[in-house]
């Protein structure tokens, strides 16, 4: 079972729930009140409404360790704390999908924004984390320090005085995480900025500013630290006990930069603060005008100047607007002056306005940055925080409309309590009675009825033609609500109140539901018109200073409204009237916030103002209304679980649903049946004595329960350590018998390995033994087997060997006895054959000698003759022979032939070198080709022609004819030539044409075919000359070893017309063999004659001339060198050769 901590039933100081307050009276109400209060406890229920009463000192109670305490219990679980009103409201926020509103009500100074303060920080601490949830946690939380210095002020009753209405509604998605949240203010007490009734302070802003802000901000805002500098600070309160204003204006800086203000936003809503203290400071002096009129000027204006130059106004604009006022109406416009005192009340509007419309700049701009971004519905939870009810010596229009707004709370306080208690019985199916209460309805209707409420009168005494007064506005009220019973006025037409001097003649008092307040009417009008001059809007919309501009839009001249705005009264009802219809399309929590002293001061509970608020806040009315039905509720899970203990079938578990197992506890414990009724999901419990008695029975059988769980938990304690020994002994035990075990083993271990390696020993031995004795059985074999084999083979070999040695001496034997046979064979035949040539030489000796006998005879006659003829010839057979394997090579030209061997052979000997030489040179010859033949047969030719004859030739032998030097049919540059040629050509060779002129050589080609000799030009190749081979008669060369020729040619002859040509040619032996041998065929068999001589006669057309060759000095290079003499010589110098 759930371990609980304190129950709001547990250890009560007093009565936490004064529904169960027994007996009930106001006396008893109070004095139960005052007992919690001196025991610290502030808080106490009225059902489901915590009533606050405010410590005036820290208290402990708000530490994280208890909103854990208080996160997710039951309201009534716990001792009654604001934390379990927050947790009620923001789980049924978040599990049952209920839009919430916590309605915080109380008269000023009861703690009404401290205990919404103290709401908002608990659901942030319980709701979702994460860095977004966070981030707008913060900034939700962050908004109150900003709002409370813009808003809040010391005033008697309340240093911290919220000086405007707030409602603030956080949004919350699905899982219970807030999204961001909406502000609403409402009517903010402007009048203060300008004036503040003694013992009381202007708004916190001003005072921080002053004390907290840099020297170096100050100087920007040209402000003076000194409070006393400024007109509009009061000095009688300035400094405040507890509040630090330095600290606070940086905690408020930081709150704006958290919240989302930039640096030049803070800037400018500083310079604004600024520049109301100094609009404060314009002082005007009258000035007399020639109409006798007096018309206000600016005294001093250093601080008109400097606050000028803080919005960026033109001073002459204000200054102006400070002297003249200018009326529009339809399409004129006048202007008039203003007197001083005007013109104090044109600054102080203008104060009043700006700092107004400033604070609510401020509310937007908050709520731009906290406003939720995701489109989704939300869950709204709604704190409201109003200013409370208020009873000053002095009443203006301020404290009507701060006192209306309370009535309405309290109205809407009486209806949804009612309601929703009426509601809780129907939905649970209990029987009601209604009850009697102070319905303050007709309070309500006094002030805002449309026709004849107090704010219609107002408004329509504002907006009627003619002089309009406060006194006016006071005789409209003495004439229309006088039958009121709630209104009083000493002029009404009601004569009771004719001779009330407590009652002044500018004033009226209400009967408000919290006391009786008296209005001085002084002011009401003007407060209600809400007026600024139009020449000032103009001159604050014509600032170069954006957020001024933005505050005054009416100021801009394009949208001039003839229109008359709203009236602040009827601004201010119709938001509240708004805000009623927000609050009860919501679940209402209250917070009613009791004050118990009017010195701010802890400790001290001053009953006569306790008692004053118990009874205007309808608190016994509000006890009685829940208790006229059932005292006390609780569902059935709880109340079971709390009373179970109680019987015994319930006790410690009910199996079946608890409705049946708190019947079953109501039965058992005999509580009479009109005592308590079952609801649906509650059981209702008529009288709070029958609490108690459940609460005693409880208690005294918690005692029995605790001496039952005290001897179970001896018992189980001793058991337990019992146990615990008993399992440690085991424990103890089991590691010393396995420690035993384990020596024991080890033992036992060693041993047998002991015994083991014995065993193992002795059988490894025998096992050695045997295989020692087999190793040795087996050696043993082997060795016999090798012995006997060794024996088997050496027999074999012994056998074999013997064989051998038979098969060898066989074999010697039958050697020794062939060679014995065969030497004995050879002795014989040796001996047959001696004796066969002793026999035949015997024979031959004896055929000689018969031979010789025979022989002597005719030898003696032929003998001679027939040795010689025999010894010649066996010298030639010799000869020969001896030639044969001598012979030389089969070369034709060597040289070589044996030595003649006899004279007498001499002839032979050449004639047969000679017979050799032919033989081998036929051999030779015989290996030719046909055309190698042709060219050897040219050579033999050219050496038939000039060898020995011409000095040239020998070094022609050994070069090869070519023919055709040119390749005449392949050069192409002879092409034309070859085609002009008609056969086939034997020769080409370039030779020089001697001119007889010079003896000098000009180039030409020759080609000799078979019937003609051809002289070309060699560069053109165009034929010069053409010689029929019948035509030439002869060839003259010298006998020198040069290359001149002349060809001569026939006497009449068509080729002689031009004479003969004296020609020279590097290969002339060829050119002349080749000539003489095709020249030979071509004349048919009439030889070419070749003339071999140094000195001829050559025909040059009609002139012989002689060619003379002589020898020359040796000369290098070039051969000859051809020169005329005369007409009739050309002498050709051949250089001798070296
Ligand atoms: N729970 C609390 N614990 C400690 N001090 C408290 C508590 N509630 C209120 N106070 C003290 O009482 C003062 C006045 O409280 P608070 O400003 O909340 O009153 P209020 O009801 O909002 O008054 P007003 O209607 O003038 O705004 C606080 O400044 C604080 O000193
Ligand atoms: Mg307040």
Redesign the pocket.
Known sequence: MEVKTKSLLDNMIGVGDMVLLEPLSEDSFIENLRKRFDHNE?YTYIGSVVI?M??????LIYSPEKVEEYRNRNFYELSPHIYALADEAYRSLRDQDKDQCILIT??????????SK?VMSYVAAVCGKGQEVNKVKEQLLQSNPVLEAFG?AK?V??????RFGKYMDIEFDFKGDPLGGVISNYLLEKSRVVKQPRGERNFHIFYQLLSGASDDTLKKLKLDRDFSKYNYLSLDSAVVNGLDDATSFRTVRNAMQIVGFMEDEVQSVLELVAAVLKLGNIEFKPESRCNGTDESRVKDKNDLKEMCELLGIEQSVLERAFSYRTVEAKLEKVSTTLNVAQAYYARDALAKNLYSRLFSWIVTRINESIKAQAKTRHKVMGVL?I??FEIFDDNSFEQFIINYCNEKLQQIFIELTLREEQEEYIREDIEWTNIEYFNNAIICDLIENHQNGILAMLDEECLRPGTVTDETFLDKLNTVCAQHQHFESRLSKNSKFLTDHSLPHSCFRIQHYAGKVLYRVEGFVDKNNDLLYRDLSQAMYKANHSLIKHLFPEGNPAKVNLKRPPTAGFQFKASVGTLMRNLQTKNPNYIR?IKPNDK?APHIFTESLVCHQVRYLGLMENVRVRRAGYAFRQAYEPCLERYKMLCKRTWPHWRGPAREGVEMLMADLQVPAEEFSYGRSKIFIRNPRTLFFLEERRRQCLQDLATLIQKIYRGWKCRTHFLLLKKSQIVVAAWYRRYAQEKKYQKIKRATTVVQSYTRGWQARKLLRELKHQKRCKEAVTTIAAYWHGTQARMELRRLKQEVLNKHAVTVIWAYWQGTKARRELRQLKEAARNKHAVSVIWAGWQGTKVRREYRKFFRANAGKKIYNFTIQRIMQKYFLGLKSTLPSMSPIDKNWPVRPYIFLDGVHTELRRIFHLWRCKKYRSRFTEDKKAVYEEKLEASELFKDKKALYPSSVSQPFKGDYLEISKNPKYQKLNSSVDEKVLLADVVNKINRANGKGATRILLLTKKNVVLADQKTGQVKASVALPDLTSVSVSTQNDGFFALRLKEGSASAVKGDFLLSSEHLIETITKLHHIGSAASDGEQLNVDIADEFLVQFKQDKVCVKFIQGAPKNGNGASCKRKNNRLLEVSVPASA
């Open positions: 502030i606050s405010n410590p005036y000192k820290s208290m109380g008269e000023s100074g009861a703690g009404k924004t401290e205990a103290l809040n005033t009753r309340n240093d911290n005085s919220s925080d200013y409370g916030c701010k």
